[in-house]
């Protein structure tokens, strides 16, 4: 076989190997058949460029020069045949298609991220008159929690949101010191934090009444209740957000609105300004 044919061969395993990966990702095929398709595409593209740089680049011949004897024959310069320049043209643009599909095969994954998340991770189901309410859907006024008492609550209407659901803990109003002027968002004594940990997202569902702390049942991440819940042991590094709740004309805790910060742990657009959750 000819390093021309050589390189033709290997160019057309990685073109067939490319489509084959693209049709294996459309089909949502196995990945260990994409990952065949993969490793055949790159292996005949580089086979097919270490042919091509070993037999088919010419080298420069260095000549010294000699004195011509009169009765010498020259040598017959031997110009390019046609058939060569079109062999070569021919593999250039076959190489270059090889290229491009590998290319545009290896980008087609992208494509199953999705849309960018935006401001929907600053967001919850939390809105400004929504009733909590209890697993039941049923609304709670603050006589309903006895001291030292916790449960999950929701937004009436959204019952087991995973971003959306939020501890209620009722303690004295006096024991609270809770920070940046909130303790109007803490009626009778009601204080409500997000149950999204924000150190890995776990639900934190311990409470230990007595010291008034909230413990994360994953990496033991513990929180003061009567200080807006800052981390005092453990990997969290965020208080659990504090849900501003009041009591409306019927006597029923609602929410002032969503939280004031996004819940659970960090992510990547963190700095960013949330739009305004009403």
Same mark, same amino acid.
């Given at each position: 076989m000819t390093?021309?044919r050589?390189?033709?061969?290997? /160019? @057309?395993?990685?073109?067939?190997a490319s489509? #084959? *990966?693209? +049709?294996?990702y459309v089909?949502?095929g196995?990945v260990e058949?994409?990952?065949?398709?993969?490793?055949?595409a790159?292996?005949g593209?580089?086979?097919?460029?270490?042919i091509w740089?070993?037999?088919l680049i010419?080298?420069?011949i260095e000549?010294?020069e000699?004195h011509?004897?009169a009765d010498?024959?020259r040598?017959?310069?031997?110009?390019?045949?046609s058939q060569?320049?079109t062999?070569r043209?021919? /593999? @250039?643009?076959?190489?270059a298609?090889?290229? #491009? *599909?590998? +290319?545009?095969a290896?980008v087609?994954?992208?494509?199953?991220l999705?849309p960018?998340p935006?401001?929907?991770?600053f967001?919850?189901?939390?809105?400004r008159?929504?009733?909590?309410?209890?697993?039941?859907?049923?609304?709670i006024?603050?006589?309903?929690?006895v001291l030292?008492s916790v449960?999950?609550?929701?937004p009436?209407?959204?019952?087991g949101?995973?971003?959306s659901?939020t501890?209620?803990?009722?303690v004295?109003?006096?024991?609270?010191?809770l920070?940046?002027?909130?303790a109007a968002?803490?009626?009778?004594?009601?204080?409500a934090?997000?149950?999204?940990c924000?150190?890995?997202g776990c639900?934190?569902g311990?409470?230990r009444?007595k010291?008034h702390l909230l413990?994360c049942?994953c990496?033991?991440?513990?929180?003061d209740?009567l200080?807006?819940a800052?981390?005092?042991?453990?990997p969290?590094?965020r208080?659990?957000p504090q849900?501003?709740i009041?009591?409306?004309?019927e006597?029923?805790?609602?929410?002032?609105?969503?939280?004031?910060?996004p819940?659970?742990?960090?992510?990547?657009?963190m700095?960013?300004?949330?739009?305004?959750g009403?």
């Amino acid at each position: 076989m000819t390093a021309s044919r050589g390189v033709a061969l290997a /160019l @057309a395993i990685s073109i067939a190997a490319s489509v #084959a *990966l693209v +049709a294996v990702y459309v089909a949502n095929g196995s990945v260990e058949l994409q990952g065949i398709a993969l490793a055949l595409a790159l292996g005949g593209l580089a086979a097919a460029i270490v042919i091509w740089a070993v037999a088919l680049i010419d080298a420069p011949i260095e000549i010294e020069e000699r004195h011509s004897f009169a009765d010498a024959q020259r040598p017959r310069e031997i110009a390019p045949g046609s058939q060569e320049v079109t062999r070569r043209r021919f /593999l @250039a643009r076959l190489l270059a298609g090889a290229g #491009a *599909l590998l +290319a545009a095969a290896l980008v087609l994954p992208a494509f199953s991220l999705g849309p960018q998340p935006g401001t929907d991770l600053f967001r919850t189901a939390w809105r400004r008159g929504l009733r909590l309410v209890d697993a039941g859907n049923r609304p709670i006024r603050p006589d309903d929690s006895v001291l030292d008492s916790v449960r999950t609550v929701f937004p009436q209407g959204f019952v087991g949101r995973a971003d959306s659901q939020t501890l209620l803990i009722k303690v004295k109003p006096s024991d609270l010191a809770l920070p940046g002027g909130r303790a109007a968002w803490a009626p009778h004594g009601c204080v409500a934090y997000s149950k999204v940990c924000t150190h890995a997202g776990c639900p934190v569902g311990l409470y230990r009444a007595k010291e008034h702390l909230l413990l994360c049942p994953c990496h033991q991440s513990t929180f003061d209740v009567l200080r807006g819940a800052i981390p005092v042991f453990g990997p969290a590094a965020r208080p659990l957000p504090q849900l501003p709740i009041e009591v409306d004309a019927e006597g029923y805790l609602v929410a002032l609105g969503d939280f004031p910060e996004p819940v659970g742990p960090g992510f990547w657009d963190m700095t960013h300004t949330p739009a305004d959750g009403g």
